[in-house]
């Protein structure tokens, strides 16, 4: 590593051979100058060319970190896609008594109760968080998808049913 006269530093790259700014390595404690002896673009490029020939390591790798790690990679799931915490959500599941906003039964099987959010808000599967309404089983949930959360076409369908039952 040398020093500029301007008080920069700057380091050789042991992979491409140039020489940067300290800044353009990653740090590194193992290494008597604490940095890595690749540049940050040499060993981005390495990581990309080796998780394009080895798909299934990285798979592996994700999983077992997943596994290993729950309910961190839960609330980082939850942070992503809904704009909440695993700490509001466990919140919910509370305040709601573990059970659907909608048929009030618990979600069945091991799974968890879903976030169903306002998607005149937020379409998709994504949501900002302020648009999260409350918890729905997995059938309640979809129900209101299939029905495209129109009150209008719930209606027409509960009408429907009541039609056909008074035809019993």
């Not at 790798?61 to 915490?85: C, M, P, V, Y």
């Not at 979600?107 to 169903?116: F, N, V, W």
Request: one cysteine or more; aromatic letters at 6%.
């Amino acid at each position: 590593m040398t020093v500029s006269a301007g008080g920069s530093a700057f380091k050789r790259c042991t992979k491409c051979g140039e020489t940067k700014l300290t800044e353009g390595f990653y740090r590194n404690r193992a290494q008597k100058d604490g940095l890595t002896g690749w540049c940050r673009l040499c060993v981005r490029a390495y990581q990309k060319a080796h998780y394009a020939a080895n798909p299934e390591h990285r798979i592996r790798q994700a999983a077992e970190w997943k596994a290993a790690n729950s309910e961190r990679a839960l609330d980082a799931d939850l942070k992503r896609l809904f704009g909440i915490t695993l700490g509001d959500f466990n919140r919910m599941v509370a305040e709601q008594g573990n059970v659907c906003a909608i048929c009030d039964k618990p979600q069945a099987g091991d799974r968890r109760l879903s976030i169903d959010h306002d998607r005149a808000c937020c379409p998709g599967s994504r949501s900002c968080g302020m648009c999260v309404r409350q918890l729905l089983c997995n059938l309640c949930n979809t129900g209101l998808g299939l029905f495209r959360e129109s009150p209008d076409l719930m209606d027409r369908a509960k009408a429907y049913i009541l039609r056909h039952e008074e035809s019993k």
